[in-house]
Structures are given as structure tokens and as C-alpha cells.
């Protein structure tokens, strides 16, 4: 049920942002999702005692790998930005305008996500696992596609200033 759940989900939010051409969302969003996942690898303690592939990149995973994935989001951003299309003007990118735009609210929502992700795992499994790695990639991209997609859909009624 969960599985449907969300990919029923996903589905709406990529036809949503379809419709309002949020083409550059549909890219960088699961690029992001794959950040917190590093991000997620690196600051939590594998939880199981065999050894497993997940186990060997969990327990390999460092911060710089944090920063190189942080790194190649930021470029990402940059060259969307570059080549990305103005007539949506969800502005998924660095934005320096002075308003708070959709990259910054997906970003603090996928980040509280992650923690609370992390803070579950901690507690009834010992650590993540490579499952726990997975469903933070695909929790973190139905709610940051959800999230684009409301302020897409605010944008194109006219609530969104």
C-alpha cells in the first residue's frame, strides 16, 4: 500500500509539474533527493552487525562525500539556471532576489525529513540500513515534488506573488 502510496504520488506531482513546465524541478529534485542520501550515509552508524554492501558504503561514506555531492548540486543548480526555461518562475536555483523561493523551502523540507528519518532509524533499528537509504531518496522526492508542484499550481492561479 505504502509503495502504490507513493508512487500514485509521484505521479501526480510530475504531471502537475508537467502542465505548468516545471521541467527544471523534475531534474534537480532527484538530484537533491540523492544529496540527503549521502548526507544520510554519512552521519548515522550502520545497524546491522554482518557485513553487507549497504554496510561497506555506509561505513565508508565521509564527509567529503557530503561535500562533493553538496558541490555537484550546486553546479547543477547553476548550470539549470543557465539553460532552464523562465516561463515557469519556480526558481529552483539560487535565487539572491530577497524572497524565499521553492529551491530554499525543498531544501529545509527535505533536510527536516532526512533527520527525522534518521532519528527513526537510530531509535528502532540501531542505525540505517540500505533500505532506510531508499526511503529516503524516494520519501525526500514525493515530498519535494509535492512541494513544487503546490507552488506551481499557486503560481498558475495566481496566488503566488
Request: neutral net charge; proline residues 1%.
Amino acid at each position: 500500500v505504502a509503495l502504490i502510496s507513493t508512487l500514485l504520488a509521484k505521479v501526480a506531482g510530475v504531471a502537475i509539474l508537467l502542465l505548468c513546465f516545471g521541467l527544471r524541478e523534475l531534474v534537480l529534485i532527484p538530484v537533491l533527493a540523492r544529496l540527503f542520501m549521502v548526507a544520510q550515509a554519512a552521519f548515522n552508524k550502520y545497524a546491522r552487525e554482518e557485513d553487507s554492501l549497504a554496510g561497506k558504503v555506509i561505513n565508508d561514506v565521509k564527509w567529503m562525500h557530503v561535500e562533493l555531492a553538496a558541490i555537484l548540486v550546486i553546479c547543477i543548480f547553476w548550470f539549470s539556471d543557465i539553460i532552464g526555461n523562465d516561463r515557469l518562475k519556480l526558481q529552483f536555483y539560487w535565487h539572491f532576489a530577497g524572497h524565499l523561493d521553492n529551491s530554499y523551502v525543498c531544501f529545509a523540507l527535505g533536510t527536516i525529513l532526512t533527520w527525522l528519518i534518521a532519528l527513526i532509524s537510530r531509535q528502532r533499528l540501531g542505525g540505517v540500513t540500505g533500505d532506510v537509504l531508499g526511503a529516503t531518496v524516494e520519501l525526500n522526492e514525493t515530498l519535494m515534488l509535492w512541494s513544487a508542484a503546490l507552488v506551481a499550481l499557486l503560481f498558475w492561479t495566481g496566488l503566488y506573488i
